[in-house]
């Protein structure tokens, strides 16, 4: 059975760091494309960051520089460290997986940046 369970959210201050972890079940992560999506209340979700099967990355504009996506292979796993949050990063945090025509969510994982 194909799933993909995200971890690691939490409250945070800003300028402070979060890792998120996104473990993968009935497949590998190293032959899809890996990635983060994040959605604030009443608005729309958006793209944060991917990971291709080469290797190779790509991030929102909004955190290039503060967030970094890696892949785990042994683990088959894919994490977001996140660092320097700011209160516009507070959000529910999705990981997906994509495949050819195919997409597996998570449930989301909640992010909230807040003194």
């Known amino acids: 059975q194909v799933q993909v369970v995200e971890s690691g959210g939490g409250l945070v201050q800003p300028g402070g760091s979060l890792r998120l972890s996104c473990a993968a079940s009935g497949f590998t992560v190293s032959s899809y494309v890996m990635s983060w999506y994040r959605q604030a209340p009443g608005k729309e979700r958006l793209f944060v960051a991917a990971?291709?099967?080469?290797?190779?990355?790509n991030y929102a504009d909004s955190v290039k520089g503060r967030f970094t996506i890696s892949r785990g292979n042994a683990k088959n796993t894919v994490t977001l460290q996140m660092n320097s949050l700011k209160p516009e990063d507070t959000a529910v945090y999705y990981c997906r997986a994509a495949g050819g025509s195919t997409y597996y969510w998570g449930q989301g994982t909640q992010v909230t940046v807040s003194s």
């Open positions: 990971i291709f099967s080469t290797g190779s990355t």
